[in-house]
């Protein structure tokens, strides 16, 4: 990694406020075991079909709450956007394996109502620099088709998909069985194109 992202990401502190396109203030975190209520709420205001990408149910507060307790969870890094002291927005840096130690998958999930006004992009950046600063290399990132919202995120990073698992999910409102697409990305070629654009563009 280079010495000038180096910095940008050492120095990532929150909270830190985001005003989205339609003026709205947010504020970003890390995630607190007190937010559990919260993020049991903001799960359940979630399209179910949006939800399919997650091994368990997020649904059940239990579930949120055991993320703190049980061994077979391997967060490294969660992020949450709050509007107000309501959660609207979550994204997760995940461990891929004793053995894919320097892999990481990012989930990230946004209210309906929030999406396309520059929230998930400023989030999935932030969990980026944050895999950068956990030593990753490899992220890898799994959607369905329909999420048009994220791979709009993804294509403006330059993810491509690298493999596809036909009718791997199922989607039980719908009663239809959907693919699972799996991409992934070198972080220091982000990193490279990062600091390339901030220094002769002075992107932020």
Known sequence: MNFAFSIM??????????????????????????DSEG??????KIPRSDLII??????????????FTSTKYSKVFQLVALKGREIIGKGTLHKEGL??????????????????????????KLLLAEGLNYNFEKVVV????????????????????????????????AE??????????????WARRFEFYNLIYGVE
Request: proline share 3%; hydrophobic share 40%; glycine share 4%.
């Open 9 to 34: 990401t050492e120095m990532i502190i929150y909270p830190k406020e985001l005003i989205l396109k339609d003026k709205t203030k947010i504020i970003l975190r890390p995630f607190e075991e007190d």
């Open 39 to 44: 993020l049991f709420n903001f799960f359940n």
């Open 54 to 67: 997650f091994k368990d149910d997020v649904g059940r507060l239990e579930t949120i709450e055991s993320w």
């Open 99 to 124: 053995y894919w130690r320097f892999s990481t998958e990012i989930k990230l999930i946004v209210l309906p109502e929030h999406r396309a006004k520059g929230l998930g992009l400023q989030m999935f």
């Open 142 to 173: 799994r959607f369905t088709h329909d999420n048009k919202s994220f791979i709009r995120i993804l294509s403006h990073f330059g993810f491509k998909p690298e493999a596809v698992l036909t009718c791997y999910i199922k989607d039980e409102e």
């Open 176 to 189: 239809t069985k959907k693919d699972l697409i799996i991409a992934s990305y070198n972080l220091k070629d």
